[in-house]
């Protein structure tokens, strides 16, 4: 499927950002999410949207500031002699500068990697010419105006490319910028304020707008991940996930293409081996599919195909309880899994949750009742770190009691159901 007609795609003169995709990815459902995430996984970038256009704004104003410097030392002549050098080098940052611009807009804020190459490279010439035409100064860079123009020109790709590719690229550029600093300081008499000073405002934006575009699209991915997790609240007990939706849907247009063709008289009975041999593929494909997934609940689903709870929460439900769960105590036990999981994840914890085993209550006048008991064992976060919205999410579970022992913490929330909706 192309991406121009996958679920949660722009539409043909919409706006594809991120976030606009995001929102007609969850109102549209669980699939246009999961091509969403499948499409970001393959390209992290995060377009051409508010954050690309305030980038390229700023970093407008400081390639202007680097220009401005560059003219008012060619007017001085200082350093004598290096004006022409100088010249070229402006000359390579402002092709490196516009074009990027122009072909970030033109490509939806989607560098290419060769244009990405070509645009440092420019940069790389650039930084070096100057370098070339100051060279003796007992101050270097106190008279390099490129700086500005190079940080101007990394912070206007910080929307266009992944931010490792900025901050590595920012960190080559940190090496010049010490060498310069070193120089000034074996001269003798280098002055420290102006120095830092320029060092720091061509070196912290395009640093800051990297950090800044990486914990947005760890923000984005982060979401994402929640409403494919939150999709599955209303499945029924015993259900296929979105990755066996898929291929159900995969296995059935196959299926359907080859009947297509028996009815019209395009594929002749008895089929030729090839075609049999890939009917009976997809035949077998289809039982494997069905009967791996008959004991799969809803939170076997959330857990396995969420890439937040799926590495770290380890579930035991054999008797496959959870479906039992009503609508809003499914979605109070997500809460307080995703919680314990999710915004904890800089301390890397673990949970293992078990289920049950299935009670049914001794009392004869709730005979129609069942309980089963859910037990959340978490590892690595201390009960003081623990979120407090953990404990109304439960609380819509049942009756819940805590045990400390070993550094883990269990929490085990009593269910009690109606039996017959629990059939159901």
């Known amino acids: 499927m192309s991406d121009a007609t ?9 706006d594809p950002t991120v976030l606009s995709r995001l929102v007609r990815a969850r109102q549209i459902g669980p699939r246009a ?35 401005a410097a560059f003219v008012l030392d060619a007017v001085s002549e200082s350093p004598a ?16 500068f516009v074009g990027s611009a122009l072909l970030a807009r033109r490509h939806h804020g989607r560098h290419p990697a060769l244009v990405f190459s070509a645009a440092t490279v420019l940069l790389a010439l650039a930084l070096l010419i100057e370098t070339i035409a100051v060279l003796g100064t007992p101050q270097p860079i106190l008279h390099s105006s490129t700086i500005y123009g190079v940080g101007a020109t990394l912070l206007a790709l910080v929307g266009s490319r992944p931010a490792r590719e900025l901050l590595l690229a920012d960190g080559a550029f940190a090496v010049v910028i010490a060498a310069m600093l070193a120089s000034g300081i074996a001269s003798g008499s280098f002055e420290s304020g102006p120095s830092v000073q320029r060092a720091a405002a061509a070196l912290l934006p395009p640093l800051i707008g990297a950090v800044v575009v990486r914990g947005f699209g760890t923000l984005v991915q982060l979401e994402l991940d929640r409403s494919a997790v939150e999709s599955t609240l209303l499945a029924p007990r015993f259900a296929f996930g979105m990755r066996a939706s898929d291929e159900l849907a995969r296995l059935d247009l196959d299926a359907e293409r080859i009947l297509d063709g028996v009815a019209s008289g395009s594929i002749h009975l008895p089929l030729d081996p090839t075609l049999a041999a890939d009917a009976s593929s997809i035949a077998t494909e289809l039982r494997l ?57 800089r ?20 005979a129609s009742r069942i309980g089963f008991p859910v037990a959340l064992t978490v590892d690595g976060v201390p009960r003081r770190r623990i979120d407090p919205a953990v404990w109304p999410a439960l609380d819509r579970v049942g009756d819940h009691s805590e045990m400390i022992a070993g550094g883990s913490m269990t929490i ?13």
């Open 347 to 366: 301390m890397q914890p673990t949970l293992q949750i078990v289920i049950g085993p299935r009670n049914v209550e001794a009392d004869a006048t709730a």
């Open 289 to 345: 599919l069905l009967v791996a997934g008959r004991h799969d609940t809803w939170l076997h689903h959330a857990i396995e195909e969420s890439e937040v709870l799926g590495p770290v929460v380890t579930l035991t439900d054999p008797q496959g309880l959870a479906g039992f769960l009503e609508a809003s105590e499914r979605e109070g036990l997500l809460s307080a899994v995703w919680l314990l999981v999710a915004e904890s994840v």
């Open 412 to 424: 085990v929330t009593t269910v009690r159901t109606v039996a017959q909706q629990a059939a159901g």
């Open 6 to 14: 996958a679920p949660g795609a722009p539409l043909p003169g919409e």
């Open 81 to 96: 002699g290096s004006t022409p050098l100088r010249v070229v080098a402006w000359a390579l940052l402002t092709i490196a």
């Open 33 to 67: 999410v999961s091509a969403l995430k499948d499409d970001l996984a393959k390209d992290s970038r995060l377009g051409y949207g508010y954050l690309g256009i305030g980038a390229v704004a700023v970093g407008s104003f400081l390639f202007l500031r680097g220009l």
